[in-house]
């Protein structure tokens, strides 16, 4: 079974207006990722956050991690038609800084921003 | 610039036939990874590899070979036990045992005809 789900499934917005994406997973980890796929394409990194951190920032991208019920936003402010792609969670499992050295991933919330 | 290809980007597949699947980086990462993608489906993990001559499966390798004869290279063989072999292959590598961030190819899709 999928180790993290995303919620929600698919977002809609406005040009300028924030998304808001969630992601839950199930057992302990060394760090969560989120990524980015345009259509067709494959993934690129957009963030990492480890296991003991709790807000992370790159630009106009807001991470946050709360372990203690093992789940994560990310959120794009003043969003762009650029934007629109699908965005991953994807959880490195592990323990104590201990990676097991493999990610997996949720199924993605699909975002379209309308100019 | 350092990256990872992957080729061919479409394949097209006859019932009972073996395909391969290429992937390449020159990113000199000790880790690579299979994954497919069925559509609107997250990813799923075939094999992957954290060194070189070594490899294990992940969580659907059934159907699937793969070899790590060199660093750089981490070819993905489709084999005719595939049942449902239509999809997104994505390759991705990165430093071993880390899983900081991967850097993904910009995959391979497979469709049986």
């Given amino acids: 079974s999928q180790q993290g789900?995303?919620?929600?499934?698919?977002?809609?917005?406005q040009e300028g207006e924030n998304a808001t994406m969630n992601c839950s997973y199930k057992t302990s980890i060394n760090?969560?990722?989120w990524y980015r796929q345009n259509s067709g394409r494959g993934l690129v990194h957009l963030i990492l956050i480890r296991s003991n951190e709790r807000e992370k920032h790159s630009g106009r991208?807001?991470?946050?991690?709360?372990?203690?019920k093992k789940s994560s936003s990310l959120l794009i402010t003043a969003s762009r038609a650029a934007d629109t792609a699908s965005y991953f969670c994807a959880t490195d499992l592990g323990a104590g800084g201990t990676s097991y050295g493999k990610l997996t991933f949720g199924q993605?919330?699909?975002?379209t921003v309308h100019p | 610039?350092?990256?990872i290809t992957q080729s061919p980007k479409y394949l097209f597949r006859k019932e009972g036939q073996n395909v391969t699947l290429s992937c390449e980086q020159n990113l000199n990462h000790d880790a690579m990874y299979w994954y497919r993608q069925d559509p609107g489906q997250g990813l799923r993990l075939i094999y992957y590899s954290q060194i070189v001559n070594?490899?294990?499966?992940g969580d659907i390798a059934e159907g699937?070979?793969?070899?790590?004869?060199?660093?750089?290279?981490f070819p993905l063989t489709v084999t005719s036990a595939q049942k449902n072999p239509t999809a997104f292959y994505l390759c991705a590598s990165?430093?071993?045992?880390r899983a900081d961030g991967y850097t993904f190819g910009s995959g391979t899709r497979l469709t049986v005809v």
């Fill in chain 2, 64 to 73: 699937y070979s793969v070899s790590r004869e060199k660093k750089e290279s």
């Fill in chain 2, 1 to 3: 610039d350092g990256g």
């Fill in chain 2, 54 to 57: 070594d490899f294990q499966k």
């Fill in chain 1, 108 to 111: 993605g919330t699909i975002l």
């Fill in chain 1, 5 to 13: 789900e995303e919620d929600p499934q698919a977002l809609s917005i």
């Fill in chain 1, 61 to 68: 991208l807001r991470v946050t991690l709360d372990t203690s």
């Fill in chain 2, 94 to 97: 990165s430093i071993r045992d």
């Fill in chain 1, 31 to 33: 760090n969560l990722q």
